[in-house]
C-alpha cells in the first residue's frame, strides 16, 4: 500500500517540476557578453550583445552574386561587371573621355597625398596610371568564346589532364593593389578536351579583373566544367598578396592557397589525391 502511494507521489512531483519550469525564464545557452561601440553620425555608444556580432553576417549578408550567375552570358560574357558592356560598346571618342576621366580623379588622389603633379616625375602618371588599370581590368571585357574559340576537340581520353605553374596577376578588389602567383588545373574529360593553351587564357581572362583568390578560383574552375562538361575540375591558385606583404601586418614570407574541387574530384579521395601528388602537394 506504502509502495503503490510512493509510486504516485513521484510523476506528481515530477509534474510540479516540469510546470514550475515553464515559469522560470529561461537560460541562454550562448554567453550575452555586452560590448560598447561608437555611432560614427551621432558619437553615443550602443550597447548589443557580441553573439549579434558574430551572427549577423552571416544571417543577413547576401551571398556573392558573381558565383550565382550562369557563368557564361548569352552574349558570351562571363560575369562582366556592372559596366563591362559599355566598356566593349564605347566609340574611340568615349574611350579617350574615360581614360581622361580616370587621369583627373587619380591627380585628384596624389594632390590629396601631398605630392607635387605638375613635377617631372608625376606629369603624365595620371594618364599612366589610367591606361594601367583600363588593362588590368580588360579581363571583364574578354568574351569566352573569342577565348576559347574552336580549341574544343573530342577525344576518347578519359585519364587526369593537368596544366601546372600558370602565371596569374591580378588586383585585390579590397585594396587595389596586385597579388600573383601560380594556377594549377586539371580536369578529366568526358571525350572533350581543351586546347591546353586554352587553360592559361582561362587564368587570365579571370585574373585581369578585380578578385579576391578564392572567387578567382571558383571561376575559373566553374567555366571550365561549363564548357567541356567533364567529369571533374580542379584547380589550385598560390599566390602572394601585396595587401599582406607590404601593408599590414607586412609578413613577407607568407603565401595563399585556395583550390576548387568539382565532380570527381570532389567526390572521390583517390582522384583528389592523385591531383595533389602529381603537384607534389601531398
Not at 605630392?115 to 599612366?128: A, F, H, I, M
Not at 597579388?179 to 588545373?185: E, L, S
Request: include cysteine; hydrophobic fraction near 35%.
Amino acid at each position: 500500500m506504502s509502495s503503490s502511494t510512493n509510486s504516485e507521489s513521484k510523476p506528481n512531483s515530477r509534474r510540479d517540476e516540469i510546470n514550475g519550469s515553464h515559469n522560470q525564464t529561461p537560460k541562454s545557452v550562448i554567453p550575452t557578453k555586452k560590448s560598447k561601440i561608437i555611432s560614427p553620425s551621432s558619437g553615443s555608444s550602443i550597447n548589443f550583445l557580441a553573439r549579434d556580432l558574430v551572427e549577423t553576417p552571416l544571417q543577413t549578408r547576401a551571398a556573392s552574386p558573381l558565383i550565382l550567375n550562369p557563368p557564361i552570358d548569352n552574349d558570351g560574357l562571363s560575369w562582366p561587371s556592372q559596366g563591362a558592356r559599355g566598356r566593349i560598346e564605347q566609340t574611340p571618342e568615349e574611350a579617350k573621355a574615360r581614360e581622361q576621366r580616370i587621369a583627373a580623379a587619380v591627380k585628384v588622389i596624389l594632390e590629396e597625398l601631398g605630392e607635387d603633379t605638375s613635377r617631372e616625375g608625376l606629369l603624365e602618371t595620371p594618364e599612366r596610371y589610367a591606361r594601367a588599370m583600363l588593362y588590368f581590368t580588360k579581363g571583364y571585357e574578354d568574351n569566352i568564346r573569342d577565348v576559347i574559340k574552336r580549341a574544343v576537340f573530342e577525344e576518347d581520353h578519359d585519364e587526369m589532364v593537368i596544366v601546372r605553374d600558370i602565371e596569374v596577376y591580378s588586383l585585390c578588389e579590397h585594396h587595389l593593389v596586385p597579388f600573383f602567383g601560380k594556377a594549377h588545373i586539371a580536369y578529366i574529360p568526358n571525350k572533350r578536351v581543351l586546347g591546353l593553351s586554352k587553360l592559361a587564357r582561362l587564368a587570365e581572362m579571370y585574373s585581369r579583373r578585380f578578385q579576391v583568390q578564392e572567387r578567382l578560383t571558383k571561376q575559373i574552375a566553374m567555366a571550365l566544367s561549363e564548357i567541356l562538361k567533364p567529369r571533374g575540375v580542379a584547380v589550385v591558385i598560390e599566390a602572394a598578396h601585396m595587401c599582406m606583404v607590404s601593408r599590414g601586418v607586412q609578413k613577407t614570407g607568407s603565401s595563399t592557397t585556395t583550390s576548387c574541387m568539382l565532380g570527381c574530384f570532389r567526390d572521390q579521395q583517390k582522384t583528389r589525391e592523385e591531383f595533389l601528388t602529381l603537384l607534389g602537394r601531398k
